[in-house]
């Protein structure tokens, strides 16, 4: 069971690679949680396109060293108490993708939503005002306050979590994410965006993401990696 949790937390950082919200760095980090709540993650200095099973680490939600050799990244706390907020997270990603970064810069509370990219954010955008690196528990705590019971939380001059009830979500919440940002700043360019209506942008995010959905666009990401791959 572990075993396969680690293939899929590996091809969770290439497809993120892949997609580009972690192409320029070894700083982020996804997290997965056991049914028996021992977590995995890669070491420090790794990049998200050289991971493999062997390399990941797992530890315990002291975050105490069980499994593997390395070091474990400054920012384990992030992880670590926001699991301890939400029962629900099985898998957490934090990335600093281009268009996010730059949104979180300018972000004025709102994101307009431009396309189905943006749709499962018709409810907020979580935000977390500090741009301090989230390396104590005092910081992880706040931001996992600042997510509250929300998906994703968008991190001023830093980047973004992501919380699934799996890695699926975790990796396509991130994906559509950074598409939603990068739409919502070249709208920005041309006076007033239509925005999808708010009514109209819930019933699509009811339908749109659910676990089916995750799946399905797991499924693709896992295949247009495997064709970049031979």
Known sequence: MHEDLKMKLVKAHKILYMEGLAEDTTRGHITVRSYDNRIYIKPWGMGFEEVTAQDILG???????????????????????????????????????????????VFNGKMNIISQNGIHFVNGISFYKSAELINSKKCGMELAQALGDRSLVLMRNHGIVTVGRTIEEAVVVAIDFEKAANEHLEASWFETPTDVPTEIAEKMNAKIYSPEQYQ????YYCRKLNRKMS
């Open 59 to 105: 530890l315990d939600l002291d975050g105490n060293l069980l499994e593997g050799e390395g070091r474990v990244h400054s920012e384990l706390p992030l992880h670590l108490e926001i699991y301890r907020e939400r029962k629900d997270a099985f898998s957490i990603a934090h990335v600093h993708p281009h268009y996010s970064i730059i949104l979180s810069s």
């Open 216 to 219: 399905m666009l797991w499924a």
